[in-house]
């Protein structure tokens, strides 16, 4: 039975939407074992009365929490807080993965600090997930944030990562990898993109495009977009941000500009617009290059986000993708 921990403490809606998204996953995944890591009486009140199976749930107890407010030092100032306690779970291997909604920036430092980077990789990158107009197609961008700045090796090992996930986790054979630029043209660019651009260029296991422009992130152009993790986050929130504008215009001028029966007309078609560009359906991010299964959820996470993420996380635990990730490295 695989094993995964999730830390349910520290994100902003507190314990009840983490507790229902695990009884709501273990129901259709029976192969799977989750441990609860966090404060055990809160917890305990949210599974008062909820039918389960014992067997696929634990509580592990903790007595600290890192808060949204608490800086990169509380992960070694506060040992026993649920996030410290669930990455040593995956340490010492007593899990096969961790998860949590919590402080993103301590997760980051905890992850590095605790499970290490593997052989050949200097920096660790976000990768969360980009949906695109093209039906069931989805893009992953990295780096989303877990450094300010990369160098062009660490973005061509980006690449080399994204591109073992998708194979091994999704099935693509041959993922598709842009770089992220001012313009598609191989000239453009600061000397970073330019040394990133010839690297990917002349890497054999790489699929590489070429450069790709910003407008083009959701278009599902390519399967993987590298880029540095300052560029990277202002990118994703700048389409989180606009995807949820976006949904709810649409929605009031609806109901406000058409008459009830046309605006009952076009629900459908807008349910399933809303379901592929809301970023709740694609709320995990996995922490590539380091020693370990770990993923970071929203931090204003509801039930939606927390099972897009344990989804995310349990496909990459069969598929034991850090493995096949450092065989590539090497």
């Known amino acids: 039975m695989y094993k995964i921990a999730f830390d349910v403490m520290g994100a902003d809606h507190g314990v009840a939407p983490a507790v229902s998204a695990s009884l709501k996953f273990l129901k259709d995944h029976k192969d799977l074992h989750l441990v609860l890591v966090g ?7 949210e599974l008062n009365g909820k039918k ?26 506060k040992k026993d807080s649920s996030m410290v306690v669930a990455l040593d779970l995956v340490k010492e291997k007593a899990v096969d993965a961790m998860m949590t909604g919590g402080n993103s920036a301590a997760f980051i ?34 780096d989303a944030g877990a450094n300010s700045d990369n160098s062009p090796e660490d973005l061509l090992n980006f690449a080399k990562l994204a591109t073992i996930y998708l194979k091994t986790v999704k099935g693509i054979e041959k993922p598709l990898v842009g770089l992220l630029n001012i313009g598609t043209e191989d000239h453009k660019g600061t000397e970073i993109e330019k040394e990133t651009h010839r690297l990917l260029q002349s890497e ?14 959701t278009t599902g152009l390519v399967d993987v977009i590298v880029t540095d993790g300052w560029s990277g986050n202002i990118a994703l929130k700048s389409i989180e941000g606009m995807a949820k504008n976006l949904l709810t215009e649409i929605k009031a001028s609806i109901t406000k500009g058409l008459r009830k029966f046309a605006a009952l007309g ?19 991010a996995i922490l ?19 099972l897009a993420t344990l989804r995310m996380t349990f496909d ?10 450092k065989e590539m490295i090497k």
């Open 109 to 142: 430092a905890g992850s590095h600090l605790m499970l290490k980077e593997f052989d050949g990789i200097l920096r660790p990158g976000f990768m969360p997930t980009i949906p695109t107009i093209v039906n069931n197609k989805t893009t992953l961008l990295l």
């Open 266 to 284: 076009l629900k459908k078609a807008f349910r399933e617009v809303g379901a592929k560009f809301d970023y709740k359906n694609h709320a995990g």
């Open 204 to 217: 054999k296991s790489i699929n590489f495009y070429g450069n790709i422009e910003s407008r083009d992130m």
């Open 316 to 325: 990459a635990v069969k598929a034991d993708v850090v493995n096949k990730m």
């Open 288 to 306: 590539i290059g380091v020693n370990g299964i770990v993923f970071k959820s929203h931090g204003s996470s509801d039930e939606k986000c927390y």
């Open 39 to 45: 404060d055990a009486e809160k917890i305990q009140q």
């Open 52 to 77: 389960y199976n014992h067997d696929q749930l634990s509580i592990h107890a903790t007595t600290e929490e890192i808060t949204m407010h608490d800086g990169i030092l509380d992960v070694r100032r």
